[in-house]
């Protein structure tokens, strides 16, 4: 999955639960769409209750699927069990299985221990970690599940420009980064530039955004996209209608150019 820009939608659990036909339709879209990442965070946790989902997903091996640890405690026999309880639940493995980092409760190689035994009995593809710090990657390499590593969520978008070198030493060591915030948490949107509080707190790179998206007939958030797959980022915005879709299909065709970055 390394070296790579992926797209698609993810579903948060409140979300899923506050407005299911919502999510539902942004789901159908995102199926016929040819986006091939889903982002299921900690909702699948919920998804059971959701026949809809479950199907498509485990009849369509080609999507990719994302899964978060739920919780706060993610040790050992907590890593083994919810990666099973996953399995159960969707019919198959997890492509990718996250963890959040750091924890002050678990080591790392507790951790990957739990991993490794997933890995080994087929339970899970890959993995991933969200959060970053230099002894992670020495961590990985020293247990050697370098191979199944694949990738790293970082708190990275036009609001946090400052990451990206944190962005450019993972990707030197070929590891694929994904942004864990791509739009801000809604303020890299149409609808976050309306907020006037957020323009008061982050005028700066809104009011260029909006510049940009009148300038090229689009949505601040295709901007905001488009500016990820220029530092070849990936990313799986929080989707709960098909606009959202359709946003993310056309920011894969946009195209910054150098002025264009430069202004943002």
Do not use: C
């Amino acid at each position: 999955m390394a070296a790579q820009i992926l797209s698609g939608i993810s579903i948060k659990r409140d979300k899923l639960e506050t407005n299911p036909k919502g999510v539902k339709l942004a789901f159908e879209a995102f199926l016929n769409s040819g986006l091939n990442v889903l982002d299921l965070r900690d909702s699948w946790i919920r998804i059971e209750k959701f026949e809809t989902f479950l199907k498509p997903l485990r009849e369509n091996k080609n999507i990719i699927i994302l899964a978060r640890f739920y919780g706060i405690y993610p040790s050992y026999e907590n890593i083994i069990n919810q990666i099973s309880m996953f399995k159960n639940i969707l019919g198959r493995p997890a492509d990718v299985f996250e963890v959040k980092m750091p924890n002050l409760f678990v080591s790392l190689k507790e951790i990957l221990k739990g991993f490794r035994k997933a890995l080994d009995e087929g339970m899970i593809n890959g993995f991933g970690v969200i959060g970053w710090k230099p002894s992670y990657i020495k961590e990985i390499y020293k247990e050697d599940l370098l191979e199944k590593f694949q990738h790293i969520k970082i708190d990275f978008n036009a609001l946090t420009k400052n990451n990206l070198h944190v962005v450019k030493k993972l990707q030197s060591l070929k590891i694929n980064v994904f942004s864990s915030s791509p739009l801000g948490g809604g303020i890299l949107t149409d609808k976050g530039y309306m907020s006037f509080k957020n323009r008061i707190i982050h005028g700066y790179v809104l009011n260029r955004l909006k510049k940009l998206s009148e300038n090229k007939g689009s949505s601040i958030s295709e901007i905001a996209l488009s500016w990820l797959n220029s530092f070849r980022v990936s990313y799986a915005p929080s989707t709960s209608e098909p606009l959202h879709v359709k946003e993310i299909l056309r920011s894969r065709e946009l195209k910054l150019n150098e002025n264009e970055l430069v202004l943002l």
